[in-house]
């Protein structure tokens, strides 16, 4: 049964959120919007909500409730080759002498904060970092990065543990710790 991203995904013990994070108009900033609306093209296992975040995680993950698992999809500036894939925990978002990694760190950051304060934190937190190549006035992703796609993809199914939702054949392996193009 295909994902959903309605407002109210269902929530079960168990479950898992799949945020995607990120701005459409911006190029390679939009990765984590384009990434879920792959996602819900294919068949993913129940206890998976699937949700398009855009710029406002916050607001995404009002209502959710309580799950065991969120994956964040975002770019990240990791001074990497662009399509870079690194899977981040949300410590890593936090600025080291005045640095960023995610695009979005601050509104994620505060969006984490804010499930903890409610008692609603998720157990497990996983953010899906991608390496932009481009932040121009864009609809569509940089070469690079679009290339990626079903790389990102096959890195989050790893984390949810199946990491056969695809739409053809057998994913290929991806080291979900870090991936380079």
Do not use: F, Y
Not at 29 to 51: F, M, Q, T
Not at 66 to 85: K, M, N, Q, Y
Not at 124 to 151: F, N, Y
């Amino acid at each position: 049964m295909p994902a959903s991203a309605s407002a109210e995904p269902t929530t079960a013990a168990g479950a898992t959120v799949i945020l995607g994070v990120g701005n459409l108009l911006r190029a390679d900033d939009g990765v984590g919007v384009h990434a879920i609306r792959a996602l819900l093209a294919r068949d993913c296992p129940e206890g998976v909500a699937v949700l398009d975040g855009g710029t406002a995680p916050l607001d995404a993950l009002a209502g959710v409730g309580r799950v065991d698992r969120l994956i964040v999809i975002d770019a990240a500036d990791l001074g990497e080759p662009a399509g870079t894939i690194r899977v981040l925990r949300p410590d890593d978002l936090i600025p080291s002498e005045g640095e960023s990694v995610s695009l979005h760190d601050l509104d994620l950051l505060w969006a984490l904060e804010v499930l903890r304060a409610t008692g609603e934190e998720p157990r497990e937190i996983v953010i899906v970092g991608v390496q932009p190549e481009s932040m121009s006035w864009s609809t569509e992703l940089s070469p690079a990065v679009a290339a990626r796609l079903d790389d990102i993809l096959e890195a989050v199914l790893a984390r949810v543990g199946r990491a056969s939702c695809s739409t053809a054949g057998q994913p290929s392996p991806v080291d979900i710790e870090k991936v380079r193009p």
